[in-house]
Nanobody
């Protein structure tokens, strides 16, 4: 059974930072690229960041490029998303998954950026 458990979200003010964590299990993490997604209120889930299996390369959506860093630790079965200079538009539920994505998706972790 593939499982993703996201954590680290919270309520912050604009300009603050968060570090999200994703604990993956049920598969060999090093065999897959990993991705983070954001589902904003009343919107569909959108891709934010990708990291290659060995962690040597990454890519980001324009909306977060320059403010976000994705990383991974294959030995610990963990993927991370460091988010800096958060904006209200970053509000929503954050999910991680392998690529190609597997079912079921995790419950996600809520991030709220507001004054």
């Amino acid at each position: 059974q593939v499982q993703f458990v996201e954590s680290g979200g919270g309520s912050v003010q604009p300009g603050e930072s968060l570090r999200l964590s994703c604990a993956a299990s049920g598969f060999t993490l090093s065999d897959f690229a990993m991705r983070w997604y954001l589902q904003a209120p009343v919107k569909e889930r959108e891709w934010l960041a990708t990291i290659t299996p060995p962690g040597t390369s990454s890519a980001y959506a324009d909306s977060v490029k320059g403010r976000v860093t994705i990383s991974r630790d294959n030995d610990k079965n963990m993927v991370y998303l460091q988010m800096d200079n958060l904006k209200p538009e970053d509000t929503g539920v954050y999910y991680c998954n392998r690529f190609p994505p597997a079912q079921p998706w995790g419950q996600g972790t809520q991030v709220t950026v507001s004054t």
